[in-house]
């Protein structure tokens, strides 16, 4: 296997496999469950150059950024769907996954919080100058909120290393960024407070791969806050807040006539780049077939599952002392 | 035990805080006000207090944020009104962060700030938000009311693994009291005052106001004068079984009465199936005026306290002759 594969193909084929499974079972999901289809590059570009005691501040959508990042479907699965077993004792669902190992420890819900929660989490890195940094992501949506413009302002006033990351699956426009901002590019935006902003096409993501790249080690270098537009495009299973199920990927349009290429899809963008590279389709169909059989046995495990023992539901609403 | 003025214990409990915790910090505009300059507090921890842009919000929700990622928090919001620019950071955040984790994350802020009757501060300066914050689970309220309990809720608060939110009076800057050596605690109710007639129950201003009408009536009538620094969790079963020994009970509140501290309070009293004559003495159901007569005739004060008691006691329905 190239070196290459898993630096971005791998973990986004993970993320992929662990959607496309969890979406195989939606009658099953209790509730909303936003996926990431279709956003997968920028998790992997994250993953790409996170470090143990970085910290991230996930939104709403989040399962791409926990697969890509390691942590276990099994578990996430389990508490997903509300069953026993899941780390956050059935309290969490789709929209609040959290992972401390992985530097996820609280996901707000709530659109724009992330990013003042993610403020916050670069304060304690700064103050303690081990060189963490914070990942603060949300969607285009979060741009019109005004706890984002108080914590950009915040951010830069105080030089905090915290990489703005916003995926923007809406389409722009010509004369304004989307069809709620009125500013020209959401980029703008955070330039307006000197934040230093890239936008990068997030289909590409070698090229998202980059941005965040260049945003991370300005941040870690004491540079302060950057920002990041990964622009995605909307999954058409996304249409609706209940994602609706899609045929499974079909790695196998990426090479040859690429007919049936969806040019806006991040997975066979970089496997297309991979192929091109030389890395065979057997290892790629190898690699694929153990990540689909790993997620179709965490989902099975969860399924089987009985619901969250309802006797704890008056647990951790405090610490106790 | 040593005698302080509450501003003094207050201000010697957040130094100790910074001293014994190096990883404290203090963010927030106002902290040149409750924790005193004179006391050298900014020259001392330059590096530790940090003065935020007027942004409530991204302020508050920066403070969690830092929390969370292991950072100890103190902010001051200044005037608990201003709270409500921040209020999804407190409501929506805080108070999820252990829940949501299921146990394996903490919000371990300590939000301080100044809350009812300023005077002449009018509609928009004199809220009591702990009222709306005691139906949120997962935040630790309290309202001290004398040196010795500002000098434990600092203690607490700023050592908990919880949210904590200190809601403080402007008018007990002066009021004196002893404070011990070492922090008291915060979470249970203190008898301030013995007495066998009329049990009065109070937190924060209050507690002033109850120990001066208490005096006024001493001689006609013994109150008793139970603080309850802690506003939630409440202290149910502690009032539940010092209320077992009287007849009368009174609880005098900052807060308006829907919904307030006292009447859940009161409640829970009720549904234990007490006999004793329970009611509570509020903040009428009006915005805070500006005017320092109107004020004073919907915010409880000494006289209005000394003449609930007296009422109920002659045996009045409710504690004010114009309870409309």
Known sequence: MSESMHELFVPMLRARRFDERLLASADSVNGPSPVGIGQEGVAAAIALVRRPGDTLSLNHRNHHHLLANGTDPEQTYREILGRDGGPQRGRAGTIHLVDPSIGVFHTSAMVGCSVGLGVGMGLAHKRRRAGAVAFALFGDGAMTEGVVAESFNLAALWQLPVIFVCESNSEPMEEQATAIVSARELRHIPEAYRIPARSADATEPRLIAEAIEAATRSARDGKGPAFVLAQTVPWPGNAHFIPAHQPPTDLDVAQGTREGWDSSDPLLNELATLLEEGTTMDTVREVDREIVETMDRAARAALGAPEADASAAMEHVLASR | ?324
């Open chain 2, 1 to 324: 035990m040593t005698v302080l003025t509450y501003h003094e214990a207050r201000a010697r409990a957040v130094r100790r805080a910074l001293d014994e915790n190096p990883e404290l910090i203090l963010i927030g505009s106002d902290i040149a006000f409750p924790f005193n300059p004179e006391f050298g507090l900014i020259d001392d921890y330059a590096d530790r207090v940090l003065l935020p842009p007027i942004s409530e919000f991204s302020n508050i929700a920066a403070g969690v944020g830092a929390a969370v990622a292991g950072q100890r928090v103190l902010l001051p919001v200044g005037t608990a009104s201003f709270m409500f620019h921040g209020w999804a950071a407190v409501v929506q955040e805080a108070a999820n962060v252990r829940y949501l984790s299921g146990g394996q994350s903490s919000a371990p802020i300590t939000i301080h700030m100044q809350s009812g009757a300023r005077r002449s501060g009018a509609a928009q300066h004199e809220h009591t938000p702990q009222a709306m914050l005691q139906n949120i689970p997962g935040l630790r309220l309290y309202q001290p009311g004398t040196p010795a309990e500002i000098d434990a809720i600092l203690h607490a608060s700023l050592t908990a693994n919880d949210p904590c939110l200190i809601f403080d009076q402007i008018h007990l800057i002066d009021s004196e009291g002893e404070v011990g050596d070492e922090p008291a605690d915060a979470n249970q109710p203190t008898v301030l005052r013995e007495g066998g007639d009329v049990l009065v129950v109070a937190a924060g201003l209050m507690v002033q106001r109850t120990l001066s009408a208490a005096e006024r009536l001493q001689g006609d009538i013994d109150v008793q004068v139970l603080s309850k620094p802690q506003i939630s969790p409440a202290p149910v079963d502690t009032v539940r079984e010092i209320a077992a020994g009287f007849d009368t009970v009174l609880f005098v509140d900052e807060c308006r009465a829907p919904g307030s501290p006292s009447s859940y309070l009161m409640s829970c009293l009720l549904e234990s199936g007490t006999d004793a004559t329970v009611r509570q003495l509020c903040t009428e159901f009006a915005p805070s005026p500006f005017g320092l007569a109107m004020l004073d005739a919907v915010v409880p004060t000494v006289d209005t306290i000394e003449a609930a008691v007296r009422g109920l006691v002659a045996g009045a329905a409710t504690p004010r002759k114009s309870a409309a």
